[in-house]
């Protein structure tokens, strides 16, 4: 697991994130869904998508329910990060960093709500 700390939010995380993905499943016709964020939409992310052979598809505007991501987020704010002074963003996103970390990889999906028999994706 990659859990990628950032103080830019523009294209390069999820041109990064496209380019580790295909990466790491070389051969697999893989589909990747992504919230309508500005650096997910951006011309230069999607050609990169297609010129790695992976096809992004996005999910609806305002459905966190649909987000596996919301789901994880939710969480974590909930667990490592509710009632505690934020000292600096850096050490929250350390925080926030080793608590998905310490999680297996089945709980993490279990709280993104993937494994649950209702998750869309498995309908």
């Known amino acids: 697991m990659r859990l990628l700390i950032t103080d830019v939010w523009n294209e390069q995380p999820p041109q990064h994130f496209l380019t580790l993905v295909r990466s790491h499943w070389r051969g ?26 992976l096809a992004l598809r996005f999910l609806p505007t305002a459905t966190p329910k649909l987000n596996a991501m919301d789901h994880l987020w939710r969480n974590l704010k909930g667990r490592a990060l509710a009632n505690r002074p934020t000292q600096t963003i850096d050490v929250s ?3 926030a960093c080793q608590h998905i970390l310490k999680m297996s990889p089945s709980q993490r999906l279990q709280t993104a709500g993937v494994l649950s028999g209702n998750f869309w994706l498995t309908r």
């Open 28 to 53: 697999w016709r893989l589909v990747v869904w992504e919230d309508r964020g500005t650096p997910h939409t951006a011309e230069d992310t999607r050609e990169l998508a297609k010129d790695r052979h």
């Open 93 to 95: 996103a350390y925080e």
